[in-house]
């Protein structure tokens, strides 16, 4: 017998209202001005609650689903959500982590069936919601496609791929380079002090994080201004402070250049990559969609939004190697390897501020970075997805464990944010009551 999602929750013991316990922007036609949400206040709470699962407010462009749909069966346990862990001194349930750094969605899949989920602040299973950077880790998984398919080498420097860049300090770093963040760029991946006319400014302008309006006006048949973020890229320089390949430095800019580099060697548009390769394969439920740039390109960096039960099947096809639903979603060999951390790799985390103690960043869970995987635990396979304000996919493979995540967090900084820290503890903990 199927398991409703109604019926799932009551046997949690969860009541309907617990859907619906957070009262959100725009909740009334038309909205008051003060719950009015814009493109100057959307990444904000309490508007961050509504716009991250209406995230079309920017330009999106469409990822469809195919096939059939795979049902994830339920073996709920109503024990999970109550699981008690220690962290900072203070004692948390796995529900009270979540509640406390704004979760939208959580999903617990374990042994391939669904044994914990719960939803909040007016999200539902059908809503949308931005993975934010989580999305990065997707991106290295298709160019693990790629470069199992010949059509890319992660040795070979990335002017090979991308012309325009040529003579530029991304042109002369290493496919590698950019799929591990070791690129030395001179930029600040700051989200809250926009400094006018510094690169990272310009950068965040074109992916529309924050509002360009002087952009999305400008005619490019009369100005060669960039307009969007691939355009902008030849202007990224190298820090002076250290080479490439010295340490992990998080810049969402690398990924840009990764999804320029599959567009380029696939002939297709980042968003159709993704349909045709990952999208049509894991028997999702519901059709994807990616933001674009004021240019009108998918945003590799952290442009994707499903519901939170397919976000989970990626989850389930990395816990498997790149397998399910019957198909070879992601490679099996690039899979490997993403978690199969090299010394110089765990080199490059050491020498990083994520684990630098006096840092506000420091991360006790990451022992390296690789294919925008954030590598927990390379001899058990643990590893993370993540997205600014709380968007996470925990893969354990260890024990066949994925937990997927939605937030519209305080603040973006997910290594800054305090309440973000008993979420990552109770992943852990998560696993260790389901061993």
Known sequence: MRITLASAFIAMGISAAALADTKVAMDSVPAAPENQVTLSNWSNQPFNHWSFKNTGIHPSLMV?????????????????????FEFGGETYSVRDAMIGDDTDGIVVVKDGKIVYEEYFNGFGPHDHHLWASSTKSMV??????????????????????????????????????????????????????????????????????????????????????PRGVFRLMPQFEQTEDFAPGHKFEYHSPNVDVAGLIISRVTGQPLQTVIAEKVWSKLGVEHDAFMLADVDYNAIATGGFNTTLRDFARV?????????????????????????????????????????????????????????????????????????????????????????????????????????????????????????
């Open 64 to 84: 469809p689903r195919s096939g059939a749909i795979t049902e994830i069966p339920y073996a709920l346990n109503a024990d999970i959500q109550n699981v008690k």
């Open 315 to 435: 989850g389930l096809a990395m816990a498997n190697n790149g397998t399910y639903n019957g198909e070879q979603v992601f490679s099996e060999k690039w899979v490997k390897d993403t978690f199969a951390l090299t010394n110089e790799e765990r080199e490059h985390m050491a020498n990083s501020n994520y684990k630098d103690t006096s840092s506000p960043a420091y991360d006790t869970w990451l022992e390296g970075y690789k294919n925008y995987l954030w590598v927990h635990d390379s001899e058990k396979r643990i590893g993370t997805f993540r997205g600014v304000f709380g968007q996470h996919l925990y893969i354990n493979q260890d024990q066949d464990l994925v937990i997927a995540t939605f937030s519209s967090a305080e603040s973006a900084s997910n290594a800054a944010r305090e309440t973000n820290k008993p979420r990552l503890a109770a992943f852990d903990a998560v696993a260790e009551q389901l061993k």
């Open 140 to 225: 290295g998984q298709i160019m693990g496609l790629l470069i199992e398919e010949g059509k890319v080498d992660p040795n070979a420097k990335v002017d090979n791929y991308v012309a325009e860049l040529k003579g530029t300090h991304f042109g002369e770093r290493s496919v590698r380079d950019i799929l591990n963040m070791v690129s030395a760029l001179d930029y600040n991946e700051d989200y809250v002090n926009f400094v006018p006319g510094e690169i990272s400014t310009e950068y965040f302008r074109r992916l529309g994080f924050i509002p360009a309006f002087d952009l999305m006006a400008l005619d490019p048949t009369k100005d060669d201004t």
